[in-house]
């Protein structure tokens, strides 16, 4: 018997105990989660089901995370199902989500459940403001997603389903369609999935595509892991025949612990790139000291010896406007612009660079002396401020543009001379003289102390208050080293420092350092 | 036109008698219009309701078909006086916005119109935008209804119900000669279910007869003595009218037994989530079968006292499932009662919170505890509830609290607002902080990261005018933002008249995105494309001076970032007193992107050279410090990390998303950032010309950088 509806009836007919099947689809505006609702609906209708969604788009249409909910029962002649309008928490037998983080989001709405939730989620990351616009590395930490869908999901399929998206040319909402088909849990065929794609329409072939994709990487269960940490460094490679690479290999082998060897060999092969091999054996000289350190602590791994040799390298390539030039002219750089534009072999590409050199750039490529004579005319600095700080657009497709660029990449030969040479070079020996003078007193103080190296980055005001930044935690550093706890306090001192771009974070930091530490001895 | 197509869904407006619609709810009204022979259909769009005007927007052939008249209303308040053709003559019409939001817009007109009555059926389709989704202040529709004395309908969430309580609405407006509001929350307007059509009806009596046979009387106009009879009017004829038709239609529902010891009273609207909740407390079925007495309001003002009480005598307790505060059905519900002397006891806040979204959860909880008070023989053994709590408790979850992020609304890629707010930033870099008074649309999402820029949102078009008080002797000015939705929908007279009237000293920032964007992309009076239907192409400059403002600028290219920056600054610092309005112009992408991307297309596979734009990152240059991001926030700025060991913090990156927009070099640059952007030129079908140039540029430069490596010693 059945009772259709807004019948008054007082009939006191057996309650059925159908449930619908539910399923929550967690996007963000501009994904598609409205189309893969849309083709979920359609495919249930089809299918001799009755379906409702809904949705609360709203502004979310614009980036902002949103919810689809789609309920479906089977049909029966007459009665229209009463279905609600939204998950309930528990209560939710497929849950989609198109990024990584709201697939958190969708576990902490407590739609996914052991008992019942199957949980199909994209790994791939797209970042909210809040993580990206943190000057250190403010990223949410995915393997949290993963410990968390491992404890709440009844069956989980995750992979990165916007990378087959974008290989097909289409919507992510193509291959969640196509994991959905492979996880089997809606009783419809791949036919009937197929057939809500539609062959005729725009983009119709590329979604089917990632369709099917999607749906044999979900049967074969080749979903795969989410990368949580970066690359390794390349191994030492081999003799190279010539004579100047091999006695750099030479000395990463017999002067370094192994563990260390891979970093050093980044670095080296860096500041080679930088300047020559003589550099860098001025870097491996420079990075010995802490290594012999090391060499007093078998056994130990050697955080010193690898947090210098990341360091100090990144210190001795400073950014100057020779680098730059030289970096944007590699034949290396023009294939990856190739590659990174998916540019096809029939097409042509050229870039333009942005380039905004203020005075101090042209007077820190000059002669030592020269430079440091104009810097001290502020008239002069003026005058030449006026003449070259503005924004200059470069064709480095362009023989003129690119002439330009190769010819200050030249100048290379002639860095040890310049002005802003001295200068690092100045501020890179007093840093490391602080922390040998550091590692006599607290080991682990001294690793930090190198690992401070870190917030010094970007280029002219950005560069200035990174390297302000440094300079106040390293004095910080000093009053504090080889107090309890100090090291502690470094490592806060660094990650506050990183938290914000104009160091409120590190300012308070720095207050509750100094209280605390008058606290503690009563005076400083 | 709206930034998607409806053609499909006017395909939907031309079914007849018998035929299944399938599709949104919001469209289902629509049709419903149609069918119930409505003469005239104004509104003023924003979610949930835009689809309503966006379908006849596009629906010109049927409507002039019907002999239906479409206006896209300057405001809430246009359309609400629209409904004024209905004061004399016997001609259906309905008007729709976002309330409250729009209904306090139109709350003026609405209350002249209620005040006067009506003899055609006059329905106001309301988007109640409480609950998820929402973004504007938590209000209750309610109000208005009692205030004005309109009649407030909510009809159970699904298509057929909803159609049918459009069409009841025209009547009841008609017997109780009293406007009629017909609610419908935001998951109702974008619910996609199905309903048997009706054939569309034509108006028996049309706008020209009206127009060309005019009436007058006088007793309809809101001026003393007539207000007086108006008052006794509503009261003494068309409150009892409107009893009288709800009664004998039914329009109300009763569900479940006739008799039992407690019962339920809910808005209809929340039918569906209660039913749920009773099925989770074993007491219903997905199929309406229901073992607690259901009372719907599918009118929620205004009650029907008898049916009130007929409900609760002989009842322990009701329940009033109520959303949103204050809670007036209860209060009423007290005072029924009360006057009476029915001893039933009501439960309803307290059981269920105050204020928020009535979800199944919030639902099943309060009835539970209803039940376990007033009737626990009934609750008796069930099936757990549904519940996630243990999930949530579970320590691997409740780690993830601190890491998933919030994700707001924001620019789009590519959005020409950005560079805007990336030059304000510039610029208070130089100048300071500044007040800074927003107003509502896209551009308010200024006030989220990376920009965080903003103190207050007053209301549509009403930026400038909230800045009204700060016209003192400061050495700073204050800043307002208004968009070009807001300067048309109230922004011209109230905020830029207001302005030069009163000789405001501050600046005036017009973002002039050709389109009311925030809403879906509907073109309005400067819309710079051509509109069959209406006028677009109408001068913000010229209509600001023309309402007497002196200093104005017009930046035709947001993305020029150095200019946006300069022409702030020399508003902020110039001796010229008055207003200072700054027009900023440049298309939304969203709409840009959906007219030009397919022509690009279709150019390309033609065989035509096309050259596409956009933007990279050099990854060996860019050091990780993320300094471009806080001035941009750009969906497709993100972060990568390389497989470079010596860098401890990921890159800034570009994805293929990326529209080539310019304004991550134009920060670069006028931010003095860093070297690491490029734009590509990507040559599609390059001519010969293009490939003999090419060739030649390619092996001067590839001797040069042969010649470099050979001279400079690398490990492979």
Redesign the interface.
């Known amino acids: 018997m059945s009772v259709a509806i807004g019948d008054i009836t007082a009939s006191r007919r057996e309650l059925s105990t159908d449930r619908p099947l539910s399923l929550a689809i967690l996007a963000m505006g501009g994904q598609g989660g409205a189309v893969l609702a849309d083709w979920i609906v359609a495919l249930a209708e089809a299918n001799g089901y009755f379906a409702q969604a809904t949705s609360v788009p709203g502004v979310a249409q614009r980036t902002g995370a949103t919810i689809y909910y789609v309920e479906m029962v089977p049909a029966r002649d007459g009665v229209h199902p009463v279905l609600s309008l939204m998950p309930m928490p528990g209560d939710v037998d497929i849950v989609l989500a198109a990024e990584f983080m709201e697939a958190g989001r969708a576990i902490l709405r407590g739609l996914v459940t052991p008992d019942r939730t199957t949980f199909i989620a994209s790994t791939h990351r797209a970042l909210a403001v809040v993580e990206k616009e943190k000057p250190g590395d403010g990223r949410a930490n995915s393997g949290a997603v993963i410990d968390a869908s491992d404890v709440s999901a009844k069956r989980i399929v995750a992979f990165d389903m916007e990378e087959i998206a974008q290989r097909c040319g289409t919507m992510i909402s193509a291959s969640m369609f196509g994991a959905l088909a492979g996880a089997d849990v809606l009783p419809f065929s791949q036919q009937a999935f197929e057939a809500v794609i539609g062959s005729g329409g725009r983009g119709a072939q590329q979604s089917l595509n990632a369709f099917r994709i999607a749906l044999d990487t979900t049967r074969n269960d080749v979903a795969t892991a989410v990368e949580t940490t970066a690359a390794a460094p390349a191994i030492l490679p081999a003799n190279t025949g010539y004579p100047q690479l091999d006695s750099i290999l030479q000395r990463l082998r017999d002067e370094f612990p192994e563990a260390a060897q891979a970093m050093l060999f980044a670095g080296s092969r860096r500041l080679l790139a930088y300047q020559d091999h003589r550099y860098v054996h001025d870097y491996l000289d420079r990075v010995g000291f802490f290594a012999a350190i090391n060499r007093q602590r078998p056994g130990d791994t050697p955080e010193l010896t690898i947090a210098a040799a990341k360091h100090i390298a990144n210190a001795m390539a400073f950014d100057d406007v020779i680098n730059v030039a030289s970096l944007k002219t590699t034949s290396a750089r023009f294939d990856r612009t190739r590659r990174e534009q998916s540019v096809a072999d029939d097409q042509l590409i050229y870039t333009t660079e942005f380039m905004h050199p203020r005075g101090e750039e042209m007077t820190g490529t000059l002669p030592r002396a020269l430079g440091a004579v104009i810097e001290r005319r502020p008239r002069l600095m003026q005058a030449l401020d006026r003449l070259v700080n503005r924004g200059r657009r470069i064709q480095t497709g362009s023989i003129t543009g690119f002439l330009l660029l190769y010819l200050l990449a030249g100048l290379r030969r002639f860095r040890r001379g310049t002005l802003r040479y001295a200068r690092e070079t100045a501020h890179l020996e007093r840093w490391l003289a602080f922390a040998r003078h550091c590692v006599a007193i607290d080991y682990a103080f001294a690793v930090e102390v190198l690992n401070c190296r870190r917030l010094v980055k970007g280029y002219s005001d950005t560069h200035a208050r990174g390297q302000s930044k440094f300079d106040r935690v390293i004095a910080a550093a000093g009053l504090i080293v080889g107090r309890p706890g100090s090291v502690l306090w470094l490592q806060n001192l660094k990650t506050a420092a990183l938290a914000d771009e104009k160091g409120d974070a590190l300012e308070g930091a720095l207050r509750t350092l100094a209280s605390a530490y008058d606290g503690v001895s009563g005076k400083r | 036109m709206a930034e998607r197509s409806f053609a499909r869904e006017v395909q939907d407006l031309r079914l007849g008698e018998g035929d299944t619609f399938?599709g949104e709810g919001i469209l289902a009204v629509t049709k419903a219009l149609l069918q119930s022979g409505v003469s005239y259909v104004g509104g003023y769009q924003g979610?949930?309701i835009s689809h309503l005007m966006d379908v006849l927007d596009d629906a010109k052939d049927v409507l002039d078909e019907l002999g239906v008249h479409f206006e896209s209303s300057a405001s809430e308040a246009a359309a609400a006086a629209m409904l004024s053709a209905s004061v004399l003559y016997p001609i259906r019409g309905a008007v729709t916005w976002k309330s409250t939001a729009g209904t306090n817009v139109a709350s003026d007109a609405l209350a002249n119109l209620a005040s006067g009555g009506v003899i055609g059926g006059a329905v106001i389709i309301i988007g109640e935008?409480y609950?998820?989704?929402?973004?504007i202040m938590q209000e209750r529709t309610h109000a208005f209804a009692m205030k004005s004395q309109m009649w407030l309908l909510d009809p159970r969430?699904?298509l057929?119900?909803i159609v049918d309580t459009v069409e009841s609405a025209f009547e009841l407006s008609e017997a109780s000669n009293t406007p009629v509001m017909l609610e419908m929350r935001?998951?109702?307007c974008?619910?996609?279910?199905q309903f048997i059509a009706k054939d569309n009806r034509k108006p028996t009596y049309t706008l020209r007869e009206a127009v060309e046979n005019p009436r007058r009387d006088l007793s309809r106009i809101v001026l003393p003595p007539s207000v007086y009879l108006h008052e006794s009017e509503k009261l003494e004829q068309r409150w009892p009218a409107a009893i009288a038709y709800i009664r004998d239609r039914k329009l109300n529902?009763?569900?479940?037994?006739?008799?039992g010891d407690v019962g339920i009273i809910l808005q209809g609207g929340l039918?569906?989530?209660v039913?749920?909740a009773l099925q989770?407390l074993?007491?219903?079925?997905?199929?309406?079968?229901s073992?607690v007495p259901l009372y719907c309001l599918n009118v929620t003002y205004p009650l029907l006292d008898d049916e009130v009480a007929a409900f609760c005598i002989g009842k322990r307790a009701v329940l009033v499932v109520e959303e949103g505060q204050p809670e007036y059905i209860e209060q009423a519900l007290n005072t029924i009662l009360r006057r009476r002397d029915i001893a039933t006891k009501i439960g309803g806040k307290g059981l269920l919170p105050m204020g928020g979204e009535y979800?199944?959860?919030v639902v099943?909880t309060g009835i539970e505890a209803f039940l376990e008070a007033h009737s626990p023989a009934l609750l008796g053994n069930h099936l757990p509830?549904?519940?996630?709590?243990a999930?949530?408790a579970?320590p691997?979850?409740a780690?993830?609290?601190d890491?998933?992020?919030?994700?707001?609304?924001?620019?789009?890629?590519g959005c020409p607002e950005r560079p805007i707010f990336a030059a304000m930033k510039l610029v208070e870099q130089e100048l300071g902080l500044h007040h800074i008074s927003a107003d509502i649309g896209?551009h308010l999402?200024s006030i989220?990261?990376?920009f965080n820029i903003g103190a207050t949102t007053m209301g549509y078009g009403l930026g400038p005018a909230s800045a009204s008080a700060f016209n003192v002797k400061a050495d700073k000015r204050p800043i307002s933002i208004m968009g070009d939705g807001g300067f048309w929908h109230n922004g011209l007279a109230t905020s830029v008249g207001n302005a030069v009237f009163n000789k405001q000293d501050g600046v005036i920032l017009v973002v002039d995105n050709f389109y009311s964007a925030?809403t879906g992309g509907q073109d309005i009076l400067s819309s710079r494309a051509w509109n069959m239907g209406r006028k677009t192409n109408n001068s913000i400059v010229n209509a600001v001076k023309g309402i007497g403002v002196n200093w104005v600028r017009q930046i035709d290219r947001t993305y020029d970032v150095?200019k946006m920056r300069d022409t702030l600054r020399e508003a902020l610092t110039t001796t010229d007193s008055g207003p200072k309005v700054i027009v900023a112009s440049s298309e939304c992408m969203l709409n840009k992107q959906r007219r030009e991307k397919p022509l690009f297309a279709k150019a390309v596979k033609s065989g035509q050279r096309m050259v596409k734009q956009?933007f990279?990152v050099?990854?060996?240059?860019c050091?990780?410090?993320?300094?471009c991001?806080?001035l941009s926030?750009c969906?497709s700025?993100?972060?990568k990390?390389t497989?470079?060991?010596?860098k401890?913090?990921?890159v800034a990156a570009i994805d293929?998303n990326c529209v080539g927009c310019g304004n991550c070099?134009d920060v670069?640059?006028?931010?003095?950032?860093?070297?690491s952007?490029?734009?590509?030129?990507?040559?599609?079908?390059?001519s010969r010309w293009?490939?003999l140039l090419?060739r030649?540029?390619k092996s001067?430069?590839?001797y040069?950088?042969?010649r470099?490596?050979r001279r400079?010693?690398?490990?492979?």
């Open positions: 399938r979610s949930p935008d609950g998820e989704g929402s973004s969430p699904n057929t119900s935001v998951r109702t974008h619910v996609h279910g529902e009763f569900f479940g037994p006739e008799q039918y569906n989530t039913l749920r989770y074993g007491l219903a079925d997905i199929y309406g079968e073992r979800t199944a959860q099943t509830v549904p519940t996630a709590a999930v949530l579970h691997q979850v780690a993830l609290r890491e998933v992020p919030q994700r707001p609304a924001g620019f789009c890629i896209c999402f989220l990261p990376p925030a150095g956009r990279g050099d990854e060996d240059i050091t990780g410090d993320h300094a991001i806080r926030g969906p700025l993100s972060l990390q497989s470079d060991p010596l401890d913090d990921p293929n070099g670069a640059d006028a931010a003095v950032l860093c070297p952007f490029y734009r590509a030129d990507i040559i599609h079908n390059p293009d490939l090419n030649l540029r001067v430069i590839g040069l950088q042969r470099r490596d400079t010693l690398a490990f492979a």
